[in-house]
């Protein structure tokens, strides 16, 4: 409708476009939330997740429009699959546009503790403005941290106080965007994460494909394949004719929906093959194996200058998880050895985690 009136010369109608990226449910809220701020203000607005994103249909770029993006913190940055998704944003041609990362909150007894996002809220900010976007807004914001892999759940009562209070900064912002002021915060945090900028580059470039080779299916698993199809990465594989199980490939992003949304808590995130995979992929095999090819063919002594070395360990890191995460997902075929590595593995004593108004059904 709105490109009819583009081509009649009308100005488009104000419309807002909030995407998402969501694992157990947060981020989606938080979007949905801001959805509906816009149409109290008499603002249209579509709340789409990323994963079905069409930007060049659903956006009409134009000062009249609205964009957001919500998306989890992870690894003090924003996940690898909302970073491309913005890189491939169209042009925004003065499109305002707001950003809001929401991070780790926790709640102990009364105290409220925060997150931190990093660079999460500025690396978006950074891509829209080259893009053409006009920032109005930039907020983190704390919601229940859900990363199962390291700690429980919260319990349901503090996951709805630290809503409550989302929803509340949710509003302000909204409130202040619609009514046409900007409301930029988030300096402090993006100080911290540029100085632990390693961190954040560590884990996109190593952390999240170590970290996606750890989840394995306990015996609880009945095969039914409902975390294959509610991956937002489609990073899960079923293996297997009699009994198929899932294999988590290095496209997962780590975002938690499959461990917390499993209907028997079947997904565990095994601690033992962290030390394991530690210790592989800490040996300086690049270095080791440059140095031997050099000895064995002199004019390959060239290749020992650092960047060549980083690179070969590199290869060396990915390989060697991969093949570790193969034995592994075939020893865990064997009832026994499962319930040994699953008997030891904390994730088994976890609380899961998702979003407390949230089912699967509306963020698969
Ligand atoms: C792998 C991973 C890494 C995370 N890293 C951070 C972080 O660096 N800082 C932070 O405040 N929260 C971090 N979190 C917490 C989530 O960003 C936070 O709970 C978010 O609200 C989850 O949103 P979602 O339910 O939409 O996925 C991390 C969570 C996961 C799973
Ligand atoms: S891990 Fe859970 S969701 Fe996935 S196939 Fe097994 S039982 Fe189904
Ligand atoms: S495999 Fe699990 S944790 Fe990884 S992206 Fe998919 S749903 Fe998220």
Not at 172 to 201: D, W
Not at 313 to 326: F, M
Request: glycine content about 8%; charged content about 15%; hydrophobic content about 45%.
């Amino acid at each position: 409708m709105d490109s009819h009136a583009d081509k009649a010369g009308a100005a488009p109608k104000r419309q807002a476009v909030i995407y998402y990226l969501t694992g157990t449910g947060n981020s989606y809220r938080v979007a949905s939330w801001m959805g509906d701020a816009c149409r109290r203000h008499g603002v249209p607005a579509r709340v789409i997740a990323i994963p079905h994103a069409t930007p060049a249909e659903d956006l009409t770029p134009g000062d009249n429009q609205l964009l957001g993006l919500v998306t989890p913190t992870h690894g003090f940055t924003t996940p690898w699959l909302v970073l491309r998704f913005a890189l491939g944003l169209p042009h925004g041609r003065g499109t305002r546009a707001f950003v809001t990362p929401t991070r780790a909150g926790a709640k102990f007894g009364p105290l409220f503790t925060p997150g931190m996002e990093g660079t999460a809220a500025y690396l978006l900010t950074l891509v829209l403005l080259l893009k053409g976007y006009n920032i109005r807004g930039v907020m983190g914001l704390d919601m229940p941290a859900n990363w199962i892999v390291v700690h429980p759940g919260l319990s349901p009562v503090s996951a709805e106080a630290i809503n409550a209070r989302a929803a509340t900064r949710v509003n302000f912002l909204m409130n202040r965007i619609l009514a046409g002021e900007r409301y930029l915060t988030g300096l402090l945090p993006l100080l911290l994460g540029l100085l632990i900028l390693p961190v954040s580059v560590g884990y996109m470039l190593v952390g999240r494909f170590l970290l996606a080779k750890l989840f394995y299916a306990s015996e609880r698993c009945t095969g039914c394949g409902s975390c294959a199809r509610a991956c937002p990465a489609h990073a899960i594989r079923m293996w297997g004719a009699n009994h198929p199980r899932p294999y988590w490939t290095f496209s997962c992003e780590s975002c938690m929906r499959c461990m917390n949304f499993c209907p028997t808590q079947a997904v565990q995130a095994s601690y033992p093959l962290a030390a394991a995979l530690y210790f592989i992929t800490t040996w300086p095999a690049g270095l080791i194996l440059v140095n031997w090819l050099g000895r064995q063919w002199p004019p390959l002594a060239r290749l020992g200058n650092p960047v060549t070395t980083v690179l070969v360990n590199y290869a060396y890191v990915l390989t060697a998880t991969a093949l570790t995460y193969l034995g592994f997902i075939l020893l865990m075929r064997l009832p026994l050895v499962n319930r040994l590595f699953t008997a030891v593995t904390p994730t088994r004593y976890f609380r899961r985690y998702r979003e407390p108004g949230t089912e699967l059904k509306d963020i698969q």
